[in-house]
């Protein structure tokens, strides 16, 4: 059963964008994966095929219509019954690896894309929709941030990313920023390549990769390394001996 992304948008001309080559592209060509982008102003009703209207209260910029966006939304849910409903905004719930991990799990994803100010509140309050956020910075509408959620998802996907282990000693698997990486030549610019990187002791290489993934956690994200320590304090599998000591 193939992941099947459908997304809600006034410019649909936008996808499959970055996600029609490379991984993505290749993935979707082999049918792993499809992508519908609706167009929302279809779903207008009025001569003008208008989409939004004036903040009631007064204010800058326009909102997008909960009519409109209900009639777009509810032809495509008819479409694919039990596929999740998510409106990208700046204001939604940040975006986890976790949750694209149980987004990818599933049968797809319908994606509500804003533009203009906002969506009228009501469309939230009348219709299951999980707003989600990809960080802390304001886009000019919801598509990019589409495209981001779909790129985190499909290399997750049953034979999308090949050898590469399916990247779950990456990032945010391990809980861990990842460590630094080499390749050749063994020298650049009079920088050599970590004597144990070519030693060949694999146990040696291992322990010097989680030091490293440790000490860049720690020092760029102590939020992350916090949450990592904490699990690994209270966790029976990596608890620490008797002393206190690892
Ligand atoms: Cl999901 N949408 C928009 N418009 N801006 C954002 C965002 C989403 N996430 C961060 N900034």
């Known amino acids: 059963m193939s992941f099947a992304a ?21 993935a979707m060509a082999e049918g792993k994966w499809s992508l519908d982008a609706v167009q929302i102003r279809d779903f207008a009703t009025d001569r003008h095929r208008s989409v939004d209207d004036t903040p009631s209260g007064g204010g800058a910029g326009m909102v ?15 479409r694919y019954p039990g596929v999740p409903v998510l409106a990208m ?35 939230f309050d009348a219709r299951a929709i999980e707003e989600v956020s990809i ?49 050749r030549p063994t020298e650049w610019e009079g920088r050599t390549i970590p004597e144990v990187l070519r030693s060949g002791d694999h146990a040696r290489i291992d322990a010097w990769r989680k030091r490293e993934a440790e000490t860049i956690t720690r020092l760029r994200r102590p939020d992350l390394w916090e949450r990592h320590e904490g699990v690994r304090i209270q966790s029976p599998s990596g ?6 000591t690892d």
């Open 6 to 26: 459908t997304i809600l948008t006034l410019y649909p001309e936008m996808f499959p964008g970055p996600l029609g080559i490379s991984l993505a592209g290749r």
């Open 64 to 78: 997008m219509r909960a009519d409109v966006l209900a009639s777009a939304l509810d032809a495509t849910t008819a």
């Open 89 to 123: 905004t700046p204001r939604g719930a940040p975006l986890t690896q976790g949750r694209v991990r149980a987004l990818a799990d599933g049968p797809g994803a319908i994606i509500l894309c804003g533009r203009f100010e906002g969506i009228d509140q009501r469309l």
């Open 135 to 183: 960080g802390d910075y304001i886009l000019s509408g919801g598509e990019m941030a589409a495209l981001t959620l779909l790129d985190a998802c499909i290399r997750l996907l049953p034979g999308v990313m090949g050898a590469a282990s399916s990247g779950d000693d990456e990032s945010f698997e391990t809980g861990l920023l990842e460590y630094p990486h080499y390749t």
């Open 239 to 244: 608890a620490r001996h008797k002393d206190g």
